[in-house]
């Protein structure tokens, strides 16, 4: 039980200055946190409750799928990440300076921590699958972090860690855990907002991962769904097809070269040129890992989605090209490339679908100072045998394989869970026993839920004008007990320590004095969102009835 008259973080009357979102303002003004730096908080006594609850339920399902708890350490050595080339290819982690000539990470993930741990315990088929999983705080240097919970640089996290002797068997395994995050999920009372989402499986797998996203309009980004199929797709990797196809002109013009001196970007050449951003061409050179110069073109009101680029070239990763090797590879200044004139023959030349039937339109002529309109395929530019989908989509556009409107709306992840394949078993060497008694690499998955970034999420979600509305089973506590007068508080004690020996926790607000009253307690327990009211007060003092009760949020 929480006694209020003994409780040292107070709540303020108002919303503090400086929150850059409401429900951050209102957990200030409740004192439930407080902000040591940007991007990382202290979690006092109240929001350090709902954190429990919501771990002890993730814990709960975890458990119940049988994976197994483990604490790894939030430090690591160089080595450990050389193993498998991470240590000079991510940028977000902390590095913690020399000591005794070694050098150490501060861990976002640990992948490179779990695998040799578990190998040490299975070797044969018959240990798999297995799965292994943490709670833990975790840091990463987030170049976009957020002044409030979403996306800090430090936060919890849920990470669990899976072992599979084939893909079939994987498979299974990955789809039984999207059930486990969806009760989970359904059980912090999220359900009716959750989608699961196709997502890029970077650098670990060709194939999607996926993505547990809240319906939310503070969202950081947008989650396109099909309305018929039910899929939905990250802003990254969604197959677009623009939502009213080009016409051809009646009248193919002649193809016009354009002096425009510092004229570069589409917006520029609309005003100069008088040509809609829908008649121009938006083109971009890249360089692979491979060595390939790569000239990319969309419509000019769409922007290039480099993922769905790469994914389309078969290549590791794309950079945009120097600007020394584009005057090399064009014989123009950066600003003037375009499809039309190309000098070079092997350059490889990818035009995304957006442009088919497009007549009459502009683009570059890879001559320094020029662009040129009334562009057309065939007549100016041989049309290629193949268009692509490598546009960003907008909002408008269709799902090219059922032709339906995107519903676009802004989300917040608030889960995980990629295919890893053998990237980190074969890195370290990780080796199992099959039937037939052969040496065989096992496939992985990786699952993560930001557990702080949920409790951002809820908070969020469930915040009104009063305060933070938590559902019942994660709130600080069950019960808030009000008591107004001194004479009153031994009965509402003696309530308070019944319902506590029942297992619900209790706020007490025993406060007493003249700059303490009811409006107050009241206004207290709305901030704090605690559902169960129950006020002890000379009014019931001497009735059958001992105490009056409230609902949150009711009359």
Request: hydrophobic content about 40%; charged content about 25%.
């Amino acid at each position: 039980m929480i006694q209020l008259s003994k409780f040292p973080f107070k709540t303020m009357k108002s919303t503090p200055n400086g929150s850059d979102n409401i429900s951050t303002g209102l957990l200030l003004q409740s004192g439930m946190i407080r902000q040591v730096m940007a991007w990382v908080y202290t979690y006092t006594t109240l929001w350090l409750q709902v954190l429990k609850n919501i771990e002890n339920i993730v814990r709960e399902e975890m458990n119940n799928y049988d994976c197994f708890e483990t604490l790894m350490p939030a430090l690591s050595p160089r080595d450990a990440w050389e193993k498998t080339w991470r240590w000079d290819s991510i940028d977000v982690f902390f590095h913690i300076p020399v000591t005794n000539d070694k050098e150490y990470w501060l861990n976002s993930t640990h992948e490179e921590i779990i695998t040799p741990l578990l190998w040490e315990f299975i070797q044969s088929y018959k240990d798999l699958p297995v799965c292994a999983y943490q709670i833990q705080n975790k840091f990463r240097n987030e170049k976009r972090a957020k002044s409030w919970l979403l996306r800090g640089r430090e936060f919890i996290m849920k990470d669990a860690y899976s072992f599979h002797s084939s893909d079939e068997e994987f498979k299974e395994y990955y789809e039984g855990m999207k059930k486990v995050y969806l009760k989970i999920f359904e059980r912090l009372w999220l359900g009716n907002d959750i989608y699961i989402a196709q997502a890029d499986g970077g650098t670990f797998t060709d194939k999607y991962s996926h993505e547990f996203q809240v319906k939310l309009e503070i969202g950081e980004d947008l989650i396109f769904l099909d309305p018929l199929s039910k899929e939905c797709f990250n802003k990254e990797v969604t197959p677009s097809m623009i939502s009213t196809p080009n016409k051809s002109d009646a009248i193919l013009l002649e193809r016009e070269d354009i002096y425009a001196p510092w004229v570069i970007g589409v917006e520029a050449l609309t005003k100069t040129l008088g040509v809609p951003a829908h008649k121009a061409t938006k083109t971009m050179m890249f360089e692979t890992n491979d060595g390939k110069f790569i000239v990319a073109s969309v419509r000019g009101d769409y922007d290039i989605n480099t993922l769905k680029l790469q994914k389309i070239i078969g290549c590791k990763w794309l950079s945009l090209a120097q600007e020394e090797k584009i005057k090399q590879m064009t014989g123009a200044e950066v600003g003037y490339a375009g499809i039309y004139n190309l000098p070079a023959s092997w350059i490889e030349l990818y035009l995304d679908d957006s442009l088919v039937w497009l007549t009459n339109f502009e683009t570059g002529t890879n001559k320094t100072w020029y662009h040129s309109k009334n562009v057309n395929f065939w007549k100016d530019i041989l049309e290629p045998k193949k268009f692509y989908d490598f546009k960003e989509a907008k909002i408008w556009d269709k799902n090219p394989n059922t032709w339906e409107i995107y519903e676009v709306f802004k989300w917040c992840e608030v889960g995980n869970i990629f295919p890893l394949e053998t990237k980190f078993s074969l890195a370290l060497g990780v080796k199992y026993l099959d039937e037939n008694n052969q040496e065989k690499i096992p496939l992985m998955g990786c699952y993560g839920i930001g557990i702080s970034r949920l409790m951002g999420v809820i908070a969020e979600y469930y915040m009104d004008k009063n305060g933070i509305a938590w559902p019942e089973n994660i709130a600080p506590a069950y019960y808030y007990i009000i008591v107004l007068w001194e004479e009153n508080l031994q009965r509402a004690s003696s309530y308070a320590k019944n319902l506590e020996k029942e297992g619900k926790k209790v706020i007490f607000d025993d406060r007493m004095g003249k700059k303490i009253w009811f409006g107050q307690k009241m206004g207290d327990a709305e901030l704090l969102g605690i559902k169960n009211i129950v006020i002890f007060s000379d009014k019931t003092k001497d009735t059958e009835k001992w105490y009056e009760t409230k609902i949150r949020g009711e009359k």
